[in-house]
């Protein structure tokens, strides 16, 4: 076996992207997919790869439960449309004004501030009306869950491997899509059905979702993003905002 010094090398200033770099700078969130399913030992693969992220002492405090039933994604779904339609119709009230709904949200926002945030509060209305998809047809949903006696912060571990599976396979040709809408099947009253039917026990939680598949086209490639600011310390003991 090569030592890391053998086989890789530190780039240059101004050095071409590495191939791991190309893969980083070219990966995009895919939202149309090929009937097409994920062969599962492509899926075994990219579990095994997940399964070496950092975790807390090693802990690897994290659990996939792999969804392949074509019949189970569409009930899936068919529930999270429903919890959206239910969010839709008493707590979005961008469009109506209504005061009854503005208090509403107002408070579960209040409570839940990054689940009520404008972003995912606006795309649960836009699946709700019909306008944008869920698991957008893709074969393959792995569900992400987190050990709640973790050592460390389980749900940052879980993000991790989430981000490893998100790599590899877009090195394979494959596209991916974080969906954390699958959160709304342990909510309100579809929540002891989906626990029954996917067997999920303490001290497991779900965290997030994450889809699989062939892309329809070439998604992939590089986009123009803003850059953010860096607080810089620096060697020669100055302080400076990188940008």
Known sequence: MKTPDETCTLPESGAPFNTVEEVVYRRRSVRAYKKKQVDEYLVKRLLEAARFAPSAGNGQTWKFIVVQDRDMIREMEADILKACRTISRWFYYLLDNSAVKSLAARFFQRLDPSNTH??????????????????????????????????????????????????????????????????????????????????????????????????????????????????????????????
């Open 118 to 243: 404008p972003i995912p509060f606006i795309a649960s209305h836009l699946i709700a009306e019909g306008k944008a998809g869920i698991f957008h047809g893709a074969p393959t949903v792995i569900l992400m869950l987190a050990d709640k006696r973790a050592p460390g912060d389980s749900a940052i571990e879980v993000g991790i491997t989430g981000q490893i599976i998100d790599l590899v396979a877009h090195s394979y040709g494959l596209g991916t899509c974080w969906i954390s809408f699958s959160k709304l099947l342990f909510r309100g009253s579809h929540r002891r059905k989906w626990k029954k039917r996917l067997d999920i026990r303490y001290p497991y939680s779900l965290v997030t979702s994450i889809v699989i598949g062939h892309p329809m086209g070439t998604p992939d490639g590089y986009v123009v993003r803003e850059t953010k600011k860096t607080d810089w310390f620096g060697a020669d003991g100055r302080f400076r905002i990188e940008s």
